[in-house]
């Protein structure tokens, strides 16, 4: 087998052509996860707007479809199954190591040690897709992804176009950057300003565990 080695990015997929030019025995194993949870997640963790939570999944999706080679070399995983179903996501995940030679047979076999790390108590956004803010063109979207996470539809034929962003996608996604980056400057600013208590941490901590 390889030596071989993982990447975890979500940023790749935006920068995913830069990275084929240098990585040239690459390959790709690409989560999926209902964006309704993605959103909520977003929103508890950053306060971030559920609108553009989706939009940014969208933007990050489309992109990797636009970009990722067709044919072998790429796996697409439903976190969904992997928690439903971890014995079969699993052994699914080391077949597809297994093809791409970066591990043995033997190594393929061991899928008790792979599955004792899921904890489905980890999970804490779930969300219900049908009464999500999602447009028609990020529903299709998802609908497909799912498609290929369980080896039903190939990426033949399929472009970025084929789930197209609305108009103004872009600048409403800088104007959230820009509301954040302002939010971050101030926070920085009060804290040198004025220098965090033990007090002030504790409400901090206690704030984030709420979201």
């Known amino acids: 087998t390889k ?10 997929s935006l920068l995913l052509p830069f990275w084929q030019n240098i990585l040239s025995d690459a390959f790709y194993v690409v989560p999926i996860r209902n964006p309704a949870a993605i959103s909520l997640s977003l929103k508890r963790r950053d306060g971030f707007p ?4 989706i939009l940014l999944w969208q933007v990050y999706m489309t992109s990797l479809l636009r970009d990722l ?17 971890p014995h079969a996501a699993c052994l699914r995940l080391l077949n597809f190591l297994r093809s791409t030679s970066r591990i043995s047979e033997e190594q393929c076999r061991d899928v008790g040690r792979l599955t004792a790390i899921i904890r489905n108590s980890l999970c804490h956004s779930g969300a219900d897709l049908e009464n999500s ?24 034929g399929v472009t970025s176009l084929s789930f197209p962003l609305y108009p103004g996608w872009r600048d409403y996604l800088q104007l959230w950057d820009r509301v954040f980056a302002f939010a ?15 007090a002030s941490r504790e409400l901090r901590e ?3 565990r709420e979201r």
């Open 3 to 12: 030596q071989s080695w993982m990447w975890k990015d979500p940023k790749l």
């Open 50 to 53: 559920p609108s553009a939570a």
């Open 69 to 85: 080679p067709r044919g072998a070399g790429v796996l697409f995983v439903s976190y969904e199954h992997v928690l439903s179903s």
């Open 133 to 156: 803010s999602l447009d028609d063109a990020q529903r299709n979207l998802y609908a497909f992804l799912v498609r290929l996470a369980s080896d039903t539809d190939t990426m033949e």
């Open 184 to 198: 971050l400057r101030e926070d920085r600013r009060r804290f040198r300003l004025f220098p965090e208590s033990s």
């Open 206 to 208: 206690a704030a984030k």
